[in-house]
């Protein structure tokens, strides 16, 4: 177990400004007589009306280092908040880590038995479902603080509701913001969310930023949401005395296995055999390997398969990420939380659970592989070694390009050390081995195992498919790509590692040599699922597939053809779709303008007694709208310009774009050199048949090339094209 070490400051009752009695008797009842070195720089500071932005190592304790100054601060001004008015709103990335925030905050306002009261809101959460029954919530109850997340708070605090009704929550009297993560909170994509939030709230406010990493766009944020911030940063020295700073608590111990990536798994369970009664948290990339890696281990945690996996203790083991239902995550969080000590428990999670996660007691984090964002690597391990306890964690990296990791955290002050590969004797004992890369026939077994698994459990099987091209779709996500190149990925072991049956077919893996995996010979058709319904419902789809490929077989249609049929059918019917609705959307627009029309042209139409120019005119619907804009010019003129109009676009009909300009040229010569004033509603119609000229060159050149039929009219279809 995770031992004590006391890196602390000063007593909470030397604060100056000072804090109240009630406050000092909360700390004091959690146990804590003395500060820790973040809230120790943080609470004076905030306490005196600045803005801050703090940067302290994981487990710090900078949870408090913001709740506290809250609650003081709300404390001294004898804010009178109304039944609706809110005095303050902490902004977490992670619903976990809100209602974890949310829980302290409520401990300490029973402790100190301050009338204020505190409101959780995030999305999907077991009690309010959506906004609407939030603010119904809210009304109820009537919070001073509210703690969430950014579209759930946004939601509520701006009024942006989705059934209308209009929010019931007042900011007007906000005092303090505290963004905790805050950089996770700008890189998740919540800066609209947020932006929209500060443009509610008082200006006159207080705003602190908390985190255990900073980043660039977090000086954006600074710059745009706080005024004068003081920038409170905690070091951390090397235990060893040597002066160098880390940005990792001196507590914790971070080791790296350069392991092939097929030995992962044994490697990981060794590691728990080894160390009985431990809590571990074991992080992956992505959701569907978390799933994938929680049912293997349950199996092999199974009376079966203790050949492989030895354990005289009892092992539970619980899943993680942010596609599962909340009611899960909350289960899944609260299981693993409140493991009663002396119990072994695993915890298979994604980044959801990277940050600010309070998990009592948590001795080892171990990293299957690294995260897509260097900064969340701190942020895992710091799950262990928080406030002063001693913590363990691990990193596997694979051969190739990623050694280069090492250096790469060492330069952030992230410093790691060298693990030693656990070895497995065939009596089942492990031991730590100085080589590197020792033959490992037990670990190939462990594989072999788990592909038979595979093989037996159609869910195991497809979850494994799942799981490695998901793996692989994340690894070009890397942020640090220079580290982390597929090309140089032993993307065959990675597929071993997964205990594949086979090798998905994907374009990641065209020009590999594959000659190293052996495929497991089974028939993949009949891997059954083991619930009994989704069986049946796997029988009947494949009884009718079945029947379809013999009936295709009998006509003599060959796959190919049948592929090919298929793909050109759905082509055809998007594309027919598309026209359809590219008509439909024409259609309207011409009705709309030809009701338009209609309607000036009868009006102009009942005005007209010559039958020449109503002839003219319903001739040329143009003319009629030009006629309205120009009151001015007599009818007569009108209709003189526009036959000559008319003759003119039926010649130009047949003119190259060079003609059209030179006449149009020759045309303005000649009414210069006859010193007549030159109409501009004529110009416009020229310049118009010059535009409408150059289009049907272009819809000419375009209709050639595709050698489809091409016609223009120049002049009713307004520029829109028919091909
Ligand atoms: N003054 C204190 N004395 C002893 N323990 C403390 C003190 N302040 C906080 N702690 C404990 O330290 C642990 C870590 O605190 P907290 O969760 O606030 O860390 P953090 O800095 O926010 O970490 P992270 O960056 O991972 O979010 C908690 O269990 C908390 O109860």
Known sequence: MAEAVPIFGKPWDTVQPALSQPILDAVSSYGFDYMTPVQEATIPVFLQNHDVVVEAATGSGKTLAFVIPILELLLRKKLKLGHSEIGAVIISPTRELAKQIHTVLGEILLATGINYKSHLVVGGSSSATNTADELAMLKEIGPDILVGTPGRLEDVICGRLKHGKKTNVSVKKLELLVMDEADRLLDMGFEASLTAIFSVLPRQRRTGLFSATMSEALSELVRTGLRNPVRVQVKVQDKDGNGDERRIPSTLSIQYLVCPPDRKIAQILRHIQMNSAQKYIIYFSTCAAVDYFQKLLRRLLSPTAQIYFKVDFPVSVFSLHGQMIQKKREATYDGFSQLPPGETGILLCTDVASRGLDIPDVDCVIQWDPPTDP?????????????????????????????????????????????????????????????????????????????????????????????????????????????????????????????????????????????????????????????????????????????????????????????????????????????????????????????????????????????????????????????????????????????????????????????????????????????????????????????????????????????????????????????
Not at 388 to 411: C, I, K, T, W
Not at 626 to 634: C, G
Request: with cysteine; net charge positive.
């Open 375 to 723: 900064k969340s690597f701190a942020h895992r391990c710091g799950r262990t070694a928080r406030a002063g306890r001693s913590g363990q964690a691990l990193v596997f990296l694979n051969p190739g390009s990623e050694e280069a990791y090492v250096d790469f955290l060492a330069l952030r002050k992230v410093p790691m050390v060298p693990a030693r590969y656990l070895w497995q004797d065939d009596e089942g004992n492990t031991s730590a081995l100085k080589i590197q890369f020792p033959q490992d026939s037990r670990s190939d077994e462990l594989l072999e195992f788990l592909r038979s698994l595979s093989a037996t459990d159609r869910e195991i099987y497809d979850r494994g498919k799942m799981a490695f091209v998901s793996f692989v779709q994340s690894y070009l996500k890397h942020e640090a790509k220079f580290i982390f190149r597929l090309k140089e990925l032993a993307i065959i072991e990675v597929a071993k590692g997964y205990a594949l049956l086979h090798l998905p077919s994907m374009p990641e893996l065209r020009g590999r040599p594959t000659g190293r995996f052996v495929k497991y010979e089974a028939d993949y058709d009949a891997i059954p699922f083991m619930d009994s319904v989704r069986e049946k419902r796997r029988l009947e789809k494949l009884e009718i597939a079945k029947a379809e490929k013999k009936r295709q077989a009998e006509s003599g249609e060959s796959l190919s053809k049948r592929k090919k049929q298929k793909k050109s059918n759905e082509a055809w019917s998007d594309a027919k779709e598309l026209k359809e609705r590219v008509k439909e959307r024409k259609l309207k627009r011409i009705k709309k303008r030809d009701a338009k029309h209609a309607d000036e042209e009868a009006r102009l139409m009942a005005a007209i007694s010559d039958p020449k120019l109503k002839e003219a005119l319903e001739n040329d619907p143009l003319l009629a709208k030009r006629m309205l804009s120009h009151r001015d010019k007599s009818l007569k003129d009108m209709v003189e310009m526009s036959t000559e109009r008319i003759k003119h676009t039926k010649k130009v009909e047949h003119m190259t774009l060079e003609e059209v300009i030179a006449d149009a040229k020759a045309k303005q010569r000649m009414q210069y050199n006859s010193s007549s004033d030159s109409s501009s509603a004529e110009e416009d119609d020229w310049e118009m048949v010059a535009r409408k000229e150059k289009v049907r060159q272009r819809l000419l050149k375009e209709a050639q090339k595709k050698k489809t039929k091409f016609s223009f009219d120049p002049g009713f279809s307004d520029g829109e094209e028919e091909m």
